[in-house]
Structures are given as C-alpha cells and as structure tokens.
C-alpha cells in the first residue's frame, strides 16, 4: 500500500468560522468518469473545502489518479486493500477526521455520480434536529435503451416516496451522502465496544462484513438514535445499468446485502420497518406469481380472460398510480408506464433477483462484491 503526503496536512485552515466539508469520492478504475464527478462538486454553490479522490487497487496505470488531480482534488492512493469501498474509505476517514471538529462534515460520494449544483449547500443547511447524515436522492442518467429507461422510472418513484415520507432516508446511498464528524467517530466507536450487529464487521467506521456498506452504515447511524434526511433538493445523476447482467449483479448484491444487515442486526427499534418491507415484497412477489398462474390457467382452459369490473377498475388506479410517480420523469418514462407489459416483466425480474437473494442466504451461499 502506498500512501502521499498525509491529507491532514494538506487541508486549508478554516478562518470562516463554519462548519468544514471534506468530499471522499471512492474510485477504482474510474478515469472516464471521475472527472465529471470532481467538476460537479466545484460547480457547487457551496464548494466543498477539499476533495479528494481515495483510488483503491487500481489497475489503469494511474490513470484515475490523474485525471482526480488534473481535475483539481487530492489523491489518496491506495494499494492492498482487500476490503473493497469500505476498507479504502475507513482508511481514509482515519486519516482526515483526527483534524475536523464534531460539527464538520464529510461528502462521500461514487466516482460515477455527478451532484446537483445546489446539494452540499442544501445537504449542509439540514443539518440539524439530531440529523445524523443527509443522503441523496439519485435519478439514473440519461442512455441505456429500454433498461436505462426502466431504472429510471424505478429511481423516480423511489424519489416520489421519498417525498411522500417527509423526506425521510431509507438508506444513505452510496452515491451520495453527507456526515456529520460526530456521528461517524461515534459509529466507530459503537463498533469497537460491539453495539452494531452482531458479526462484526471490523472496528472502523463502515463495516467490512457487508455487502452494501450505505444500508449497514443507515442502520448504524439510526441505531444511535440519529435522524437520517433525503431533502428533495439533494438531488444527484448516477450511472445505470446496460445489461441485463451487469443489473443483476448490482441488483444480487443490493438485495444480499439488505438481507444481511437484517440478519446482522436482528429484529430492533430501528430494523422493523425493514423487517416489514422485506416481508411485503415477499408477500407482493408470491401474490404477483398466483396472478400469473391464474392468468395463464384462465386462458388455458378458457380461452379467454373474463371481465371484471372490480379487477379492471383496480388495474386502471395501478396504471395511474405507476404513471403519476414517474411523471416528472417525461413523456418516455410516462408511455413505458402506460405499457404495463413492460414494466410488469421489470417487476418479476425484480421479483427473481429477490428469492435468489433470499435462496441464497438461507443456504449459505457465499457472495461476493461485484463491481458493476
């Protein structure tokens, strides 16, 4: 492992009398796209005091590593870490947090996100009330076909609900979110004592043993009794997936992951709504396949699918209701919901990606992070 001069002495003293942000954008093999995710923060109406670029095992010649400081950030460079995202960002957390005050914040955000021009300055001013971290709330970018389009949908109604539940965040994504220094030097020392799950994870600030390291550190922020916000203004553009398999990669591990923290945790305070929401897309899926069956015995024997009045007025309010949460998303993302074949063939990949996930941790099956 190979380390540059310490960040601590790199960083510029605070004469403003506010609270500092420091931005950590994670990269490995990023050099197409760091670029635009370093110009975004510098677009900020509150830029943030430093930037720096934490590159992990790299393999490009370098080449993520200087375009991050053609681009104007430090870089922290890095080499031999086994730990993935969260063994990089532990390390370079422990190097930048002794000098940052409780109140000061940390950025932490993916390589191939680009932020709203207005979301430190939107993140930072929410700051209060016991909130912990603020977390983004994430459109997917433009491109990608039919795909692309879907996930851009699913991405805009987990916006819309975010906005329906007083833009409380479900999870910190890691394309973007904001800590408060106190809360994640907490968060560190809540592991060491064992007060965070119950496997571990190490003894740092994100933990080594999951998956999905932004829903473990949600939990963990919740835990110790920290409010966590996705202010509808906190917007940010990230990547989406071209292929089918590249999707159900990242869709394997999103789900593992989930269910592991779950497992990890156990059932709390803080982990029962999540508890609850595995649940109901277990009963949604199981109830969505019965559908299905019935649909495809119906025209078998039948030849036919009878009319219902109650059946066909509940399907034209789910029509409604799938067009009016993506409806800010334009006139593409509103046909595709108005075709209802499509997106219901979307939900039952969903659905499989869902019991594989679950299939697998029932037995054991070791998972492995893939890089998407």
Known sequence: MTMPMPISDQLPGDGRGRRRVLALIPARNESERIGAAIAGLYAQTLVPDEIIAVTNNCTDNHATAIVARDAGAAVLDLHGVVAKKAGALNLALEEI????????????????TV?????????????????GAVGGVFYGEAGGGLLGQ?????????????????????????????????????????RISGKLGKRGGGTSYYSLASLTEDDEITKAVKTLRYRTVSPAK?????????????????RIRWQRGALENL???????????????????????LAFGLYLAFVVLELYYLGTIGFSPFWTALGVVF?????????RGGWRARLIACVLVIELAYDLFQHAVYFRALIDLMLRREEHWVAT
């Open 97 to 112: 947090l002794p000098d940052l005050d409780g109140d000061d914040l940390v950025l932490i955000q993916d390589a191939d």
């Open 115 to 131: 932020l709203n021009p207005a979301f430190v300055e939107h993140a930072s001013a929410a700051m209060r009330r016991r909130v």
């Open 150 to 190: 879907l996930q851009r949908n699913e991405y805009h109604r987990y916006a819309w609900e975010i906005a329906r539940n007083g833009d409380r965040a479900v999870v910190l994504t890691g394309t973007a979110s904001l800590f408060r220094v106190r809360v994640l030097r907490q968060i560190r020392a809540a």
């Open 234 to 250: 906190c917007t940010v553009t990230t990547e989406v997936m071209d292929t089918l398999p590249a999707l159900w990669n990242q």
């Open 263 to 285: 497992r990890d945790y156990g059932l709390t305070r803080v982990t029962a709504p999540y508890f609850g929401k595995q649940i109901m897309m277990g009963l949604g899926a």
């Open 319 to 327: 029509v409604v209701e799938k067009v009016v949460s993506v409806w």
